[in-house]
């Protein structure tokens, strides 16, 4: 700010004249100009009334400019000359850390910026010129004193540059920026001050790059949004050139200082050069439908020409330059990523790392890794260690420990989890409370094609369940929306034959009724554990009930573990990953092909859109990828993403995805013009549902008003150009439902 006050308080208006600059003996003043002889005295005691301010009004052009003749060319003439100097306040953030690359080219940089090899600026105004038909523009200006700043420890440092324009330039509505360093810069904001109506700002948050990696200038724009048809003249060409330079041409490979948006499909998520266990399926196009991700352009592996080759760790993959994290996003992610990655892999590092390399005897193993840690063999502590981000973020000791905190479920009760009450709770406020429903006909049935997966009769019968429903039939049951179920059969059915083949994996396909206590709470009643159908004599179908003596309990934990073992994948391959990144990397490519960053929707969107296209690159490089993450600590192992394209395919909608309408789906909810958001929740103690719903609503309250805002009715919508064409490219491969 206080730069910002001293910039504008020297940014007074100056003007040309057409007297000879010897005979301007007095023209040091920044303020005054030749004035018109007559005219002279009346604007002393103008100019004597008051100090200038900083500024500049209307009326102080008015005053300091040359009165022209009253008609003829000279007016013109002396209007055109008349001419104002304008400052920019530039904001750049620096980076924390620098290697000694990155410092040495700083400092190259630092030297080359006085002789020329500089940062210009160039302002744009939004009015054309009336005899040129192009925008109106600046001078070319440089940013002042970068050498002086060089060794500047704050992170935000401020630089300046002055302009001249014409007194009719206008409002500046972009700016081009052309870096002549050797090292790129974040170009936080910019602000120009010193027109009539007050300062602009340009919001930036943008990496400019070298002009040796990108020859062309860039482009930003100010801050008031405008619809396509409502582009200022000045600015329609920059508009439609940003957007092309965003689209890219589809052709080559990615580098990693490139702003591009384009489409791929998901072809390298193996890496068949290693073998044929790191074969995987392209997912993606008719055969196996799946969302588009950010295009990478690089070259296919050697044995198969339509896999990608992979980038992996610690080499960057691909996403344009303003997706990467920042610093301190980084570092938080990583530090969450690490802590994940580390809870996940601690059972299996039992088996592989520890000293004494032993399967868990009993659930007193498994208490050991978060009370006494694991002890990993002599020399793997640094060689894990080296593999995994930030490992401040990992207790270590001299002897190589790894621990973790005990988790909070566990902190007063460390069997809680094998209660039935908890068990329940978990369907509806655990890590995974959105594949509840309420169930609707008994037996459950399932979608999946019988002429693929022959006969897929449920094995429950009311006899299973009528024992637990307080002496209710279970249609009445039913009817009073008492039983609810997780159904997780036609998401695995498919794919088991595959998943128990594989080495150390047993899977089911199974199915959990829950029964409405009159506490409100939900109990288990029933679990169907299904396999394919097999030969006559096979049996695929069993359901296990709440046990009545010991032997039963422990196939009662069993079954719940199998459930716990679908419920888990599901969470991870359908519900986040899928519904959370993968659905929404399309839409995020589309918006910034297709919507200017003056677009209104563009400007909402973008705070919400940011950094996901880095996390779903870093999954696709370390946790989903063959033999990643992903597939080590789930069940379905190298079939979880298929698991994935599957729901996609079968299952995923984008107007079943708001919250309403997915509560409703799962007859969670019923439509009640007597609640508040217009919904009636079958279940109460829900609290996924009844917190969401608050936050839902109030979001859409604020977003509707926003877009009516600038659309206010239908037809605005309808000739948005660049709306209609904002179609995200694989979103929906079947024609036959909407997106």
């Not at 600026?121 to 070319?140: G, M």
């Not at 760790?313 to 994290?325: A, G, H, S």
């Not at 009640?672 to 929740?681: A, E, I, N, S, V």
Request: hydrophobic letters at 40%; a positive charge; aromatic letters at 8%.
């Amino acid at each position: 700010m206080a730069l910002s006050k001293e910039i504008v308080g020297s940014s007074l208006i100056e003007r040309s004249s057409l007297v000879p600059s010897s005979k301007l003996r007095w023209q040091s003043s920044p303020v005054l100009v030749p004035l018109k002889q007559g005219r002279s005295a009346d604007l002393w005691k103008r100019k004597k009334v008051g100090a200038v301010r900083a500024a500049v009004s209307e009326d102080l052009v008015k005053a300091v400019s040359p009165t022209p003749p009253e008609k003829g060319p000279a007016a013109a003439e002396a209007q055109a000359a008349s001419k104002l100097k304008v400052r920019a306040v530039v904001t750049l953030r620096q980076k924390n850390k620098e290697d000694l690359q990155e410092t040495i080219i700083k400092h190259l940089d630092a030297f080359t910026d006085r002789i020329g090899m500089n940062v210009v600026l160039q302002l744009v105004s939004t009015e054309v010129d009336p005899k040129t038909k192009a925008p109106k523009k600046s001078n070319e200006a440089a940013l002042r004193d970068w050498s002086k700043k060089l060794n500047v420890k704050a992170e935000r440092v401020h630089y300046s540059a002055e302009f001249t324009v014409d007194s009719n330039f206008g409002v500046p509505g972009a700016i081009t920026v052309s870096n002549k360093h050797q090292k790129e810069f974040f170009l936080e904001s910019m602000t120009i001050e010193g027109f009539a109506n007050g300062p602009v700002h340009f919001p930036c948050n943008s990496w400019v790059q070298s002009r040796r990696d990108h020859r062309g200038k860039r482009i930003f724009f100010f801050n008031k949004p405008y619809l396509p048809s409502e582009t200022p003249a000045g600015l329609r060409a920059l508009r439609e050139e940003e957007l092309r330079n965003l689209r890219g041409d589809g052709k080559g490979v990615r580098k990693l200082s490139d702003r591009i948006y384009d489409y791929d499909v998901y072809n390298d998520l193996g890496n068949p050069d290693r073998g044929i266990d790191f074969v995987r399926p392209t997912l993606g196009g008719s055969k196996i439908p799946y969302p588009r991700r950010c295009r990478t352009g690089r070259v296919p592996t050697d044995t198969d020409i339509n896999a990608e080759s992979r980038v992996e760790k610690p080499l960057p993959l691909y996403v344009p330059r303003d997706e990467q994290f920042e610093e301190s996003k980084m570092d938080t992610f990583s530090t969450g990523r690490l802590k994940a990655v580390l809870h996940n892999l601690l059972p299996s590092l039992k088996a592989s790392l520890s000293a004494n390399n032993k399967d868990f005897n009993g659930f007193a193993d498994i208490d050991s890794l978060y009370k006494e840690g694991l002890l990993l063999k002599v020399g793997l502590q640094d060689e894990l260690l080296k593999k995994l981000p930030l490992p401040r973020v990992v207790q270590e000791s001299s002897q190589g420990l790894l621990k973790y905190a005990i988790p909070k479920i566990l902190s007063k009760d460390k069997f809680a989890w094998l209660r039935d009450d908890e068990f329940a709770r978990q369907a509806v406020a655990g890590i995974n409370p959105v594949n509840l429903e309420r169930l609707t006909v008994f037996p459950p049935q399932s979608k999946l094609d019988p002429e693929i997966y022959g006969p897929l009769d449920s094995a429950l019968k009311e006899e299973h369940i009528l024992g637990y429903l307080n002496g209710m039939s279970v249609q009445q049951a039913i009817d009073e929306n008492k039983l609810f179920i997780v159904d997780h059969h036609d998401a695995y059915l498919p794919f088991l034959d595959k998943i128990n083949a594989l080495d150390g994996r047993k899977a089911y396909g199974t199915r959990t009724i829950y029964f409405l206590t009159p506490q409100g709470t939900l109990k288990p009643i029933a679990i169907e554990l299904a396999l394919p159908p097999g030969g006559p004599s096979s049996r695929t179908r069993r359901v296990v009930t709440p046990p009545v003596d010991a032997t039963a309990n422990w196939i009662w934990q069993l079954a719940k573990a199998h459930v716990s073992s679908n419920d888990a994948g599901v969470h991870q391959l359908v519900n986040h990953w899928l519904r959370t990144h993968a659905c929404m990397e399309p839409f995020i490519l589309a918006a910034h092909r297709h919507m200017s960053a003056m677009h209104p929707i563009y400007k909402l969107l973008d705070p919400h859109m940011r950094y996901t296209l880095e996390i779903n690159a870093l999954a696709r490089q370390n946790l989903i990828n063959a033999d990643g993450v992903i597939e080590a600590c789930f069940t379905p192992g190298r079939y979880c993403m298929e698991i994935s394209a599957a729901a996609y395919k079968n299952f995923w909608r984008f107007d079943q995805e708001s919250l309403p309408a997915d509560l409703i789906r799962r007859g969670m909810a019923v439509l009640d013009p007597t609640q508040p958001y217009g919904l009636r929740l079958v279940l109460e103690d829900y609290p996924y549902a009844a917190d969401g719903l608050m936050i839902w609503f109030a979001i859409d309250k604020w977003v509707r008003t926003y877009v009516n805002y600038y659309y206010p009715d239908a037809s605005v919508v309808s000739n948005d150009r660049e709306l209609q064409t904002c179609i995200p490219m694989g979103v929906s491969s079947q024609t036959d439902r909407p997106l």
